[in-house]
């Protein structure tokens, strides 16, 4: 069988060619001569700039799908990935047999980051001018629920259409979607493409979207956890971590949180690398990375020491405030204005616990050898590896204990519901 050939592009620059081999289901890349010329690195740690084939089959096949780990960053989670498997079974396609290379392409240039794939594979129809919020929050139910199938009505098809513009992108397993906002957020336009004059780069995390088995653990945020992420927000400024402009969309009972994108700087892309990507460590093992290899990544990327002290912040704020979604597709890297690789704002940051739970029982990555059950003697073992930060890092966990305890009054300011909100305040950790 012949491969299958991606070419891919950053910054309008050529920068090498991806084969897929469908019998091996594996992928070799290869740098174009120009790149290798231009010092630019997209993935120092595994694919350093070399007149190299780059294959790694040892990769496990359910998160890097046979694709070098960088370009696997690039292909859709499981929201977006069950919106094209949604939109494959509306033409009668059998989704399986679309590979890894096949949703590269059909990404294209409209993926999280800056790497851009070709030929694009169509998708049949344009972004819309504008969008339309309930029918995007329903039809996202719908994939949810499996029902978004090829006898849809009309105007689910309509809305799958627009789906397919907004939700395909962005990581992870929960709804959201890529938008473009106005000053006012009285207009919601696809983020997938430049934002005209007026309009930012918004992600949306849709609000009230509720899983079919609420027991799953995957998909689906119950009604008024928009509210919590937001509240989560707000400590974690309060205690200097770095995030984007964190905001809710209003929308009848709903309140979606909406976050501003770091990967772009106007309409220009920022390359994006998550610590998955970057290091090879599988954000589908629970503890098979640690915090104190997060901060020796930071010193192989020759990251300051501001990002160090950051890493240390987002840590203690996850532990005392029960963030157990801290996998490595939750932390990333970015590369700046002057290729320098930098540790990129924290995402992702809420209440995430559940006990009983294969994925959030525990926290997914581990610290000095242990999952739970933390003590200050644990937090300041990784300070040596900062070097000088005994003091700084006491009263960095202080701070952070002070700040989380007021967590009741961060929720009763935002209208996080009485339920979720003592459910939180019954297991943060604030006796370290």
Known sequence: MVAQVARIELFG?????????????????????????????????????????????????????????????????????????????????????????????????????????????????????????????????????NRARIDAPADGEHGLSDLLHVGTSAGGARSKAVVALNSDRSRIRSGQLNAPAGFEHYLIKFDGVSELHHNSELWGDPLGYGLME??????????????????????????HFLTKRFDRIGNQKVHVLTLCAMEHADYKQPGGFSYEQLLTTARKLRLPRADAEQIFKRMVFNIVARNHDDHTKNTAFLLDANNQWRLAPAYDIAYSYKPGSAWVDQHQMSLNGKRDNFTRADLMSISKLIGNFDKRAHDIIDHTLEVVSQWPTYASNVGVFDNLKQTVNDNLRLKI
Not at 52 to 80: H, M, N, Q, W
Request: charged share 20%; glycine share 6%.
């Open 13 to 145: 620059q050529w920068v090498g060619a991806l084969a897929y081999d469908a019998t091996s289901r594996v992928a070799t890349f290869e740098y174009a001569p120009d790149w290798l010329d231009s010092g630019i690195e997209i993935a120092p740690l595994h694919m350093p700039l070399a007149k190299s084939k780059y294959r790694f089959p040892a990769l496990p096949e359910p998160t890097f799908k046979g694709l070098p780990a960088v370009f696997a960053d690039s292909l859709p989670d499981d929201f977006g990935n069950a919106v094209i498997n949604a939109w494959l079974a509306s033409r009668g396609q059998d989704p399986s047999a679309f590979s890894a290379i096949d949703r590269l392409l059909y990404t294209g240039s409209r993926g999280m980051g800056a790497l851009e794939y070709s030929p694009v594979i169509n998708r049949d129809s344009h972004a819309p001018e504008q969008l339309d919020l309930e029918s995007l929050i329903n039809m996202a139910q719908r994939v949810i629920d």
């Open 230 to 255: 937001y509240a989560y927000s707000l400590m974690a400024k309060d205690l200097g971590i770095n995030m984007m402009p964190c905001e809710l969309l209003h929308d009848g009972p709903r309140a």
